[in-house]
Nanobody
């Protein structure tokens, strides 16, 4: 069983930056793709970005494209989400999750994540963008 732990959330002013981390431990061979998702108050969870651990393929939701960058450090079993030019509408609890099986990162993982089996979800980290 793989465990995921997010960190790096906090309060930031509009236009500011944060870097979220998703550290994996345990059995890390059950998946190839890690996704970042978020849930804003009163809204449904939505996909933000994903990355394939094996080849680094990435995908971004239109709402964050050009502002967020996902990356991985395989030696540390950690995936990062660099968030720049943050907006108040980015305020949410951010979760990372491991997609079960050898699913590659792509549009469906971000847009239609509910079709996939996830082997693990992190506990979430709060990001608040406010002046």
């Amino acid at each position: 069983q793989v465990q995921l732990v997010e960190s790096g959330g906090g309060l930031v002013q509009p236009g500011g930056s944060l870097r979220l981390s998703c550290a994996a431990s345990g059995f890390t061979l059950d998946y190839d793709t890690i996704g970042w998702f978020r849930r804003a108050p009163g809204k449904e969870r939505e996909g933000v970005s994903c990355i394939s651990i094996s080849d680094g393929t990435t995908y971004y939701a239109d709402s964050v494209k050009g502002r967020f960058t996902i990356s991985r450090d395989n030696a540390k079993n950690t995936v990062y989400l660099q968030m720049n030019s943050l907006k108040p509408e980015d305020t949410a609890v951010y979760y990372c999750a491991a997609v079960g099986g050898k699913v590659s990162c792509g549009p469906r993982v971000v847009r239609n994540y509910y079709y996939f089996n996830f082997v693990s979800w992190g506990q979430g980290t709060q990001v608040t963008v406010s002046s």
